[in-house]
């Protein structure tokens, strides 16, 4: 029997947590699994499945089934308790997985391995219940993870105070640039520290354990992870056509939580010069503050450079009065938009970003240069990385209100689009736009890393 017919044995569910920013870099490595003989199941929520869009030009190679998260019924779109829904999902998701699980094996389609969002430990226990491959997928970075792990140990205090924060194979770090949800308990949602915690709370019994990330991005702490988990780099997840072209057709990543206002984003930055535009994003579930989003709009004004601004339905009541009127021709405002092409458009000079792991990784892979607006969770940690470490953008620092202000705004992007240390943070996200795609290219890191897997599901 050869490769591939064994290969074709192999059958894996991919079970992402709920949520845009998990769903899309797990769909992303699914595609990747398809593409080296693999085939791949992705799992979603009954609520789920029936408010996502779903392009079957780009998920045709991906089967979809569902298991109940408990709320069948109620939007996932909308605020609910984090504690209540993860407590119940665990529950309901363990008995509707585990019979999946034995309907597949009914009809033919036994599974391999599970492979699940970090955010679900307890798929884990089914895993080893059916006698599967348990495989964790991490959709943030190693250095976020390992900051957990070192809490959950009991190796760092919390809340953190004032001192630096010294971890293995990680920058020195103050308390203010670790997870929101360690440093800064009153203001973290009920639920979200030991939601984030417990996400390494059975690691040691996983058998494998897979980050959105590619090796030279995060070398040292994938180095002290190596020695103690069998790890694998992945990433970066972004659909094949903005990376190394293997996978053909790959041109999104297919699902949607909002409908993208493609036509309409694309059509206006056709008619902006190269690099003039400020595209800005602060991702599916960032709330903003309405002075917050006042003092943005006014610095985006300020600044005199075109603008894209993505600003939920929800959040739109809060720009400041006829501003959309007032900057018409300067800028334009969108509810959702297909992000990946705005970033990979030549009219795009930078991202305002809240730097979310996948808007970051999205902005490494296609060499966009950032000014990094870090609200909550892990994205202080990836604005650290990103102005101390990769060298790919500009903090834009609040006052003693937790506001950034207008005039840090339009400064941040002045600096960017024409200052001298705009010039040298362009050149580094070229570099590192160039090592993302030899990471996942044939006989990079992250595709050797994958073909390792692949041989473990295989043989």
């Not at 348990?134 to 009991?154: D, L, M, P």
């Not at 458009?345 to 607006?373: K, P």
Request: hydrophobic share 40%; glycine share 6%.
């Amino acid at each position: 029997m050869d490769m591939e017919e064994k290969s074709c044995k192999a059958h894996v569910l991919i079970i992402p947590c709920p949520a845009q920013g998990h769903i899309n870099p797990m769909l992303q490595f699914s595609k990747r699994l398809v593409f080296k003989g693999i085939k791949a199941t992705l799992v979603t929520t009954i609520s789920l499945s029936k408010t996502m869009h779903v392009d079957q030009k780009y998920c045709s190679s991906i089967a979809i089934e569902t298991i109940s998260d408990g709320s069948d019924n109620v939007d996932p779109r909308q605020p609910r308790s984090i504690q209540d829904y993860f407590d119940r999902f665990k529950v309901v998701g363990s008995e509707t997985l585990a019979k999946l699980i034995k309907r597949l094996d009914d009809i033919g389609q036994p599974v391999t391995a599970l492979i699940y969002d970090s955010a679900m430990p307890w798929v884990l226990d089914v895993a080893k219940q059916f006698g599967l491959l348990g495989v964790v997928f991490f959709t943030q970075t190693c250095a976020v993870n390992s900051i957990y792990y070192h809490v959950k140990r009991g190796f760092l205090p919390v809340p953190l105070s004032g001192s630096d924060v010294s971890i293995p194979g990680l920058p020195l770090l103050q308390a203010s640039e670790t997870p929101s949800f360690i440093y800064d308990l009153e203001s973290t949602p009920p639920g979200l520290h030991d939601l984030s915690v417990n996400q390494l709370s059975n690691i040691d019994e996983a058998d494998w354990l897979l980050f959105n990330t590619f090796y030279k991005l995060e070398d040292k702490v994938v180095d002290w992870m190596a020695k103690r988990w069998k790890v694998g780099t992945i990433g970066p997840t972004l659909p094949s056509m903005y990376l190394d072209k293997r996978i053909e057709d790959d041109k999104d990543y297919g699902i949607n939580l909002y409908k993208p206002k493609t036509i309409d984003c694309i059509s206006w930055l056709n008619n902006r010069p190269s690099g003039s535009v400020v595209y800005v994003s602060f991702g599916s579930v960032a709330y903003q503050r309405p002075e917050q989003i006042e003092e943005l709009a006014w610095g985006l004004k300020g600044s005199k450079y075109n603008f894209l601004w993505v600003v939920r339905e929800s959040e739109q009541t809060k720009l400041p009065d006829k501003f959309k009127e007032e900057t018409s021709d300067q800028g334009m405002i969108v509810s959702w938009c297909p992000q990946m092409e705005v970033l990979a458009h030549e009219s795009v000079g930078c991202f305002v970003t809240h730097c979310g792991l996948s808007s970051v990784f999205e902005a490494t892979s296609l060499g966009v240069a950032m000014v990094a607006v870090p609200h909550f969770a892990d994205q202080p940690t990836n604005a650290k990385y990103v102005v101390d470490v990769w060298g790919t953008g500009i903090r834009a620092f609040p006052d003693e209100k937790g506001i950034v202000t207008r005039e840090v705004v339009e400064n941040c992007i002045k600096e960017i689009m024409e200052g001298e240390k705009g010039k040298e943070i362009k050149e580094n996200a070229k570099k590192w736009k160039n090592l993302a795609r030899e990471a996942i290219d044939e006989g990079g890191s992250s595709d050797k890393d994958i073909d390792e897997f692949v041989a473990r599901l295989v043989y």
